[in-house]
């Protein structure tokens, strides 16, 4: 496995020197770089472990894999990681000097949604193809979408395209709102009031909490929420804001007799550290990788918890797909550039552990679908239970739809 990141920059300052010293150091080193091909990638670890450390994970597995049976195009793939900050300034910054210093050939990864866009629009600058592994706001494919990117995971309206069917049959008319106020909160948002006024024309969306990120008032908001008598609650918040939300809203009996309907709150990622606090019966997008029993996810699973001694989380399943999927790009483009490997993603089909997807050909955006199920406690921990996969391929709009959207494409 060939994984580099920030901390040995010294070390290879010194080396390259010594090689511009000794010609056939440099003649060694310049071979050694055409025998691999260099791939940044940019995450904000520090800000989001809970994702990121599985995720990282995910692609390492995936990138020891891929070396181990040959590469790609005949050359062992090299991945360069860097950290934002969880800043889009610092996204655009490491980007800079992947691409300049470290000479990658493509990006992948991202996490927000205000870093995922930072480097949706670098990567239109630069003419340089990046994959958008996790960041979720509908612009990347959309308002934001250009030639060079493309999209993993489900975007915000997704998700909620997978929630609202369900969410319509609760026939709850007094609706209460809960985001972390950035681009992801309130793009979700949005597509949940589209959607839900068309399902349900009666709704009334009583109350709205948006709440700064990572710096949730958990007792303000849930004060507020229980003061609007909301019939049902939509929340979008996550990672250590859902934690502090729902033991609060547990403590002040907030979501007694109500529903909730949730974004993420179904992944492992935020339900463990919860254990036998985790919410009881709210609908939710997740993964419940503890249940999915095709061979394909088993055998994911075997091999992840072999060479991790753990259980993958979400992350696990980005991380992996999003390398696997830049290999299948590669091995169709026959080349890593980038003009290429984005005609390849057009119509890409890639294999995936829980399902195999297509990188849309009209907005770049992934098949992958989402599980949607409710939430409970089982031997003092948070799962889903009664959960189906709903394929990415039913939620979206329409074609004539999405090429409005993407009109400065």
Do not use: C
């Not at 009666?202 to 008598?229: H, R």
């Amino acid at each position: 496995m060939i994984s580099r990141n920030r901390f040995n920059h010294s070390w290879q300052f010194t080396i390259a020197a010594a090689s511009l010293a000794f010609g056939a150091g440099s003649f060694s080193i310049n071979a050694s770089a055409q025998a691999t091909i260099k791939i940044g990638e940019i995450n904000s670890y520090k800000a989001q472990p809970a994702f990121l450390e599985p995720y990282r994970q995910g692609w390492e597995m995936a990138l020891e894999e891929i070396n181990a049976g040959g590469g790609v195009l005949g050359k062992k793939l090299e991945v360069i990681s860097r950290d934002d900050n969880g800043n889009p300034g610092d996204s655009v910054r490491v980007a800079e000097e992947l691409v300049k210093r470290e000479q990658v050939s493509l990006l992948f990864g991202g996490f927000l949604s205000n870093t995922g866009l930072a480097l949706t629009d670098y990567a239109k600058q630069r003419k340089i193809f990046f994959l958008a592994a996790e960041p979720l706001t509908d612009k990347i494919v959309w308002h934001n979408g250009n030639k060079y990117t493309y999209r993993l995971r489900p975007s915000t309206y997704m998700l909620v395209a997978s929630l609202v069917k369900d969410a319509a049959k609760l026939k709850k008319k007094r609706w209460a709102i809960v985001y972390p106020n950035y681009e992801y909160g309130q793009s979700a948002v949005a597509s949940f009031k589209t959607l839900m006024k068309a399902a349900q024309p009666d709704i009334e969306f009583v109350a709205e909490q948006a709440t700064p990120l990572g710096k949730i008032d958990a007792g303000a908001v849930t004060q507020a929420l229980a003061d609007a008598k909301p019939d049902a609650i939509f929340n979008v918040l996550f990672a250590a804001d859902l934690g502090k939300f729902v033991r609060d809203g547990n403590t002040r009996g907030l979501f007694e007799g109500r529903e909730v309907v949730s974004l993420l709150s179904g992944e492992p990622e935020y339900l463990d550290p919860l254990r036998a606090e985790a919410p009881s019966n709210w609908l939710v997008t997740g993964y419940p990788w503890y249940a999915i029993n095709t061979p394909e996810h088993k055998k994911f699973v075997d091999a992840y918890r072999k060479k991790y001694n753990d259980t993958p989380r979400n992350g696990s399943l980005v991380g992996y797909s999003a390398l696997m999927s830049i290999a299948a790009g590669l091995k169709k483009a026959g080349s890593a550039d980038s003009d290429k490997l984005a005609a390849a993603f057009s119509g890409l089909k890639v294999e995936t552990p829980v399902a195999t997807i297509v990188y849309r050909a009209q907005d770049h955006q992934s098949t992958l679908g989402a599980f949607v199920g409710r939430t409970g406690v089982k031997d003092g921990k948070g799962i889903m239970s009664s959960f189906v996969y709903v394929d990415g391929a039913g939620l979206q709009p329409s074609d004539a739809e999405v090429k409005k959207l993407r009109a400065a494409d």
